[in-house]
């Protein structure tokens, strides 16, 4: 058994120490208040103890890493009917995403980019009665805590000023992949975005990724062929463009979110979330990318 | 000079016993309503006599035939300080048009595609104090016409599923190449696209652009190197993905409408109008396009 | 009538005292090495008079305005079998010529871009006994003129640097689009491309174009018809990216060469050539745009 | 453990009795000679015995399988300089290969596809002495198997049809990422996509993948963090456009052959090969795809 508190401790200062820590992310106006020296680490270990380093017990925006979790809820609800209106490519392509989306007739190349968790969240939408409540006590059970809400400052924020996410989905509508009213879909999608939580609840609410669909309360709520499809979407499409990057320096696993957060997972291992405002220009946290290059380069722990 | 009454009732006859004639616009439903055997015909000459054929003087919508006069109206206000904002290249691109506006950084390709046409309307937003009224007041008076007006239905159905336009508008916005309003912009064009006109008004409407830039009332808008420019950027995009098919065939500036309109002029010479509502897989007009290319073909009159 | 001499000759004073004349092309090693300074113009009228200033008795390499013969050419052979491999719209592409003919399987935007002008050779190639042979006779003759020649340095030059043209051929093949060896296309295309005209060689050989089809022998290669299509077709893609821009500013059909020659004409008055080597940053001569656009500008002679 | 024999022979079984199996490739005209009624399987275990079913022991032509062993050599070689001249993303683009390249400045997407695999052929005809030769003996040393040859036939074959592979190669080298001449790589490319192996043989070339680095014959040629990259690679990017799809469904780092030919293997436990020769319409076998669903859902094996 390796030492992982020191292992942790001891990437986490290397680190600390470096001045270049990307730039904190800007187009949601609210996200750019956010303190860009905190870095937090949560080591969440399958059947065994925890580690952390940091601020990991500050609450941060999720952001995209929610698409992972609203995936799971529609996988849940309709099941493998999704595929026919998302596809599970990547999407391999940093400079024309709506592009893409206008060349296949309105189907997106997988749930993880924006077009497709706006399907996801049309669905979503379509299936839940209340379904933002609905999203909220999902994760809420599979973190099992309740402590966890959604920032409607930072919804509001988004809503004001998220151009890019009304022109997808208008795009969607127009292809008839949206079947829901475009303002309905983007506020429950931006609400989404918005849930805080800080390390150690995000790696509880992805524990069932990382132990064969078992959540942290003990439930279980999806198949394990469905838990090892959705580990392997974030192994393909986790990353924006830099998913072949992240799959071949980390080999885990993972997704990421503008507000810094990262989560990765080894199946019925681990899962470990780090949290460091500033972003690469891919978008992604610049020192979790690093952090996690590091840790399973020197613990040899990874999926290949 | 050549008999055009006979020239024009002999082209009309021969087409309209054509069986084929395209399929009458769907996407918005209140454009589906027109009957698809109307097809008039008006030539009106510089200094000259006027001749016509069939249903010339019922009016239709014009949809995007408007894209020139605003244009020219943005023109009038702010000259060459349009093209800043918007290129003027042909998109030559069927398959991707958005994709198109994020590759190039949200710099519509020219001011006759949609994206260009917003660009262009938001200008007139920022620049006039009543848009909508004064767009009228300046087709009426172009046309020395009156009786010229919007179809609030057809402008009301476009509201409610032009999906397309509400994504082209927020990625113009998402690059900060739209000022005002999204929902205020897309007003504005709704309602210059659902203006109506018969085929002699619509003449009288371009007869500036054929005159040397002095319209029917006898004032000059625009200069004569403005006149040209405009001229020309019919020529190159007047026509979506035909345009150049139609400088090919045709061999004038021109553009045409979803409604089955198109306008067509030669310099100094004439400016001819027709109207069928069945359109090619391109989106123009079926019969009025083949009635040009005749036209041209048979009178030798084309600017090459 | 107006004094051209006189006007030739201020514009051509005003633009020699820029100092930017744009960089000559390197591509193809052997252009190298021309003299940025010379600067020649000729303008050939229709039933008139000439009037040149400037080198405009020095040959230099037409490039791609050959392009324009061998499609003249070609439609004199096979009529308009050819529009059956090659279509008529603007390629409005900068950025991914090669994608677009991946997207439209292996059919090119027109015959005035390298892949179209590639489908030409082809056909040339295969309906000519002696192709090279045959297209510098069928050159002279429009010409009149028995002094015009390839230059195989060039040609050879190109063939061991054109890798792009190599590409795009090879490309062609894959679709079928090319019947004769992939080699024996490209060294007829280098050997076109490598013809040397001076300004006033290259204005009679596009005499026939503003001349309705007669050349200065007096005989006629095509109908009205067909010149009135090749005219289009410079209008709408004679100028790579730039054609929008040729059309809005200068407004009368053209083809520009990376040799630094532009041939433009106003069908029925007059052929004008203007050369230097200079390229702006979408390969077309930087002196020469800019005295076409001041002498349209200044004569009001546009097709616009 | 599990009766591997008994689940292989099964699912052989099952599979063998569809009449559907995909579109022998027809566009090597010398691969489209082989009966498509094979099928054979092969499961290497690290540290275990072997299992076969059908024709396991019939050599098929290796193709695009090929493209793994030549990065492995390449980074035993050179190392990590090989990302300067080819990136690691997926390409994710059905539809436009080349056009990837060149809005990416002729920097391949990965080694995996065609463009990446002939820059990797690049740097291999730069670094050996006799490459051929040297590429063949390696294989033969991974494998442990002397009996191991290139099949000329095919190798002319593609050599005389492959014009895809010409304009790539083309477009490489006008980007300058092609540093020999065209022909040269090409020939080194077309002889390692012919090599020979039957799925036993082919389990054994990938071994060192699962076990650690080490191969066959005890050998290790590349570190474990090279292994685990490889391993990333297939992952990402080993089924073209179905690379999502593949690891959605199969949960494998694998690469697939238009031979017909799948590897796949689970890090520390197996290599698995599959043949059969039909293809689905993304090119990968189409049996083989559906066997290795199959055996990674029933055995619960993959690294998800």
Known sequence: ?????????????????????????????????????????????????????????????????????????????VGDAIWERVDVEPSGNPFNHLSLLELENGIPRNPLINAGALVIADI??????????????YIRDLTDDQNIHFNEKVAQSEKKTGFKN???ANLLKSFGNLKNDVGVVLDFYFHQC????????????????????TCKRGNSFLTESHIKRVNALMLSC?????????????????????????VALLPNNFVVVTWSPGLNEKGNSLLGMEFLERFTTQTKLSIF
């Open 124 to 137: 979503l939408v379509s299936e839940l009665k209340n379904p933002k409540d609905d999203l909220l006590q």
């Open 166 to 168: 009304y022109a997808a």
């Open 1 to 77: 058994m390796q030492d992982f508190q020191a292992i942790l401790a001891a990437i986490h200062a290397e680190l600390d120490s470096v001045i270049d820590r990307g730039k904190v992310a800007t187009y949601i106006p609210e996200l750019a208040t956010v303190d860009a020296r905190n870095f937090g680490v949560y080591l969440n270990c399958v059947d065994g103890p925890n580690f952390h380093v940091g601020q990991s017990d500050l609450p941060f925006s999720i952001q995209s890493v929610s698409k992972v979790l609203t995936l799971s809820r529609a996988i849940g609800l």
């Open 194 to 213: 918005s849930i805080e939580m800080n390390c150690a609840q995000l790696s509880n609410a992805f524990y069932y990724l990382a132990n064969r669909g």
């Open 238 to 262: 986790g990353f924006y463009d830099e998913a072949g990057e992240f799959a071949f320096k980390v080999g885990l696993p993972g997704k990421s979110g503008v507000g810094g957060g990262i």
